[in-house]
C-alpha cells in the first residue's frame, strides 16, 4: 500500500469520483479495476492515515522518547495495515453506517496495536511459571483475610490451572501485557487468548468457591 500513502486531497475528476461513492457502492468500486478503483483506494488511504495519526497521537504519552519520524512511521504503518485487513473483509459491510466511518475504526484500532507493539518491542515477557502471589503483609490481624484470600487465589493458580493457563492469565491480569502483543509473542491469535483466559477464569472462581473464598452468588450475577 506504500504507492497510496500521500496524505493529499485528490484532485480533478478522482476526487468527485471517491466523492460520489455511495456507502453501498464502496465495495464495489474498491474491487473493480478502473479509474474509480484508483481514486477511491487513493481517498481511503487518505482517510485511513489521517486517523491513524490521530490515534498515535492521542497515545503520545506512551511513547516517550520517540522521534517524530517513529511516530510517522507508526502511523504510515497502522494505515497500511488497516487497508489491507479492511479490504479483506468488504464483504462484512451491511451499510449501516457510512463507510468511512466504518473504515476509519480500522485505522484507529490498527494504530493503537501499533503504539502498544512499540513500547513493548524492547521489553521481556516473563512467561515462567513462578509463584507470583506471596506475602508482604506486616500485620496479619490487619490483613488477615486479605492474605487468607491471596492464599487461596495462589492455591487454586497452582492447583486448578494448567502451566499454559497460568502463564497467560498473569500475562494478562497480573503484568497487564496488551493481549495483541501477547499473541505476537507466542505466535497464536487473540482468539486463542481470550479462550485460555475464560477458561481461566472459570476454573478460578470454581477453586474460589469450592474453598468457600467465593459464593455462588457472585457467579450468578456475573455477566
Partial sequence: MSTLSQDQPLAGTQAAAAASVTPLDWPKVLVTQGPAQHAA????HAL?????RHQVWRMRGALAGATTSVVEELAQSAADEAMTVLLGKLDTFEGR??????AYKFAILQAATEVRRYVWAGREIALDDLDRWHDTGSSPEQHAEAIDLAGAVARAMRTALTPYQRRIA????VDEVPIDVLADR???TRGALY???HEARGRLRTALETSGHLSSTARRRTP
Fill in 41 to 44: 483506494l487513493g481517498e481511503l
Fill in 48 to 52: 485511513m492515515l489521517r486517523a491513524a
Fill in 97 to 102: 453506517s457510512r463507510f468511512t466511518t466504518w
Fill in 170 to 173: 498473569i500475562a494478562l491480569l
Fill in 186 to 188: 507466542l505466535g497464536t
Fill in 195 to 197: 479462550k485460555a483466559l
